[in-house]
């Protein structure tokens, strides 16, 4: 059996992302989302306490790490599904898609409210830290499509590892908190370092 490949030079898969990017900001806009931090700033990079006001809201956040593993892993599932017969650029636009649609997802009354109960203090992105998690995502495409398989693997779990450390949160605990709350880790959580 012959299968026909989507062959998407990187330059008009960039494009089209962009694309895909605008179309997500403008819903973002559309359902009332913030553009940019109630404090008026922008920053490229934000660093402060977990569940502090500013979390969230500038174009990168500790955060990001986790969006960038999404990545990792857009780019491990898109080639173990095609089994490597769909060129880079329209995994990347699909990877865009689908990251695309989390962060409206993520950011929607129906997710804010189940982070809530799961005692999360969250309240949704900004658009432009939405923008920023799509790019980190992209950055973890790009980085998987570059490196060999281990060293994705040992990013990963060295990102697992060192956010645990660090805030107390990744991403396989967003996982479990959005799927089943465990009441210890939420405790353990919301404790001071």
């Not at 997500?24 to 359902?31: D, F, M, N, S, T």
């Not at 060295?158 to 959005?178: A, K």
């Not at 009441?183 to 370092?193: G, H, L, P, S, T």
């Amino acid at each position: 059996m012959t299968y026909r490949v989507l062959r998407l030079n990187l330059p008009i898969a960039l494009v089209i992302s962009a694309v895909i990017i605008a179309a997500i900001a403008a819903i973002h806009i559309g359902l009332g989302r913030p553009l940019i931090c109630k404090c008026g700033l922008v920053k490229f990079f934000w660093i402060g306490p977990k569940s502090a006001p500013e979390e969230s809201q500038h174009f990168l956040d500790l955060y990001s790490t986790s969006h960038l593993l999404h990545g990792l892993i857009f780019y491990f599932v898109v080639w173990l599904l095609t089994r490597g017969r769909l060129s880079f650029g329209a995994g990347l636009v699909i990877a865009v898609l689908l990251e695309g649609t989390w962060e409206l997802f993520e950011n929607s009354e129906m997710l804010l409210r189940r982070y809530g109960v799961a005692g999360v203090e969250y309240h949704g992105d900004s658009l432009i830290n939405s923008i920023g998690d799509i790019v980190s995502m992209m950055a973890g495409y790009i980085l998987a499509a570059l490196v060999p398989v281990w060293v994705s693997i040992a990013v990963l779990i060295g990102t697992e590892v060192w956010m645990l450390w660090y805030i107390r949160d990744n991403l396989t605990l967003n996982i479990m908190n959005l799927i089943h709350p465990i009441e210890w880790i939420n405790e353990w959580q919301a404790q001071k370092r």
